[in-house]
């Protein structure tokens, strides 16, 4: 059992204060009657809690960001946006975090959770899941780059990346490529492709496992994920 007023609050992100004000107002509901008690005891698994006439959320969140470029993979900076101010009001919730980085100026699919271990499985490179970015350079890809990508580049300081993949976009005259990573070093993209003496321009992800960035998700809105949109996520493993 947990008290009415701690729920509101770690569900919806607000203060405890602001979730007492909005019990005593009569905004929440619990099994659909009025409660204004804020130590009320609720059961978050069979009782139904509704704030302002919407239901509370579940406990984990999973929300797809169209990232734009001129925010930082951060819950907090002093100098910078972060990709949390662009969370709307309704799906905010306590503890959101972003699960892996993108780089300040990489735009595209960003998943922002409360949940951990969620992050953990999609991140960790045993897990092997895929990450696809599309790459404009200054210059043009050519099958040496290809090669080396799927052997594994290795980096000036003697880091080993995993194999990749690299395609080249069609009639993009060579200059973008379409990369798949399994893992998330820091730059890692812009890095691989410098050691082939190429410099990304532009870099955009589109992809999480089998989980795809909706084209219909204008940059820096936000999207509420299914349990089913999760689960593409872990499929689809390559390697
Ligand atoms: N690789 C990069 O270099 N930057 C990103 O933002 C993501 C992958």
């Given at each position: 059992m947990e008290r009415l007023d701690r729920l509101l609050s770690s569900r919806t992100g607000c203060s405890r204060k602001d979730a007492q004000k909005q019990i005593k107002s009569g905004a929440v509901t619990v099994n659909g009657a009025v409660c204004k008690t804020i130590d009320a005891k609720i059961d978050p698994d069979s009782d139904v809690v509704e704030a302002g006439g919407h239901a509370l959320g579940e406990e984990y969140i999973y929300i797809m960001l169209n990232k734009p470029a001129?925010?930082?993979?951060?819950?907090?900076d002093r100098r910078d946006k972060t990709?949390?101010?662009?969370?709307p009001p309704e799906l905010r919730r306590k503890g959101l975090f972003p699960a892996g980085r993108l780089d300040k100026d990489t735009e595209g699919l960003l998943i922002i959770t409360n949940d951990g271990e969620f992050a953990h499985r999609m991140l960790s490179?045993?897990?092997?899941?895929p990450k696809r970015y599309i790459a404009q350079l200054d210059g043009e890809i050519t099958d040496d780059a290809k090669k080396r990508f799927e052997e594994g580049i290795i980096f000036a300081d003697g880091t080993k990346c995993l194999p990749a993949k690299l395609q080249t976009v069609e009639n993009s005259h060579n200059r973008a490529g379409t990369v798949e990573i399994c893992e998330g070093k820091f730059h890692q993209v812009k890095k691989m492709f410098a050691v082939c003496g190429l410099q990304v321009v532009h870099l955009q992800r589109i992809s999480v496992g089998n989980l795809y960035?909706?084209?219909?998700?204008?940059?820096g809105s936000c999207k509420k994920l299914t349990k089913l949109d999760i689960e593409q996520i872990f499929m689809g493993k390559l390697y």
């Open positions: 001129g925010y930082v993979s951060a819950t907090e990709v949390l101010d662009l969370v490179p045993k897990k092997h899941v960035l909706d084209g219909k998700l204008p940059i």
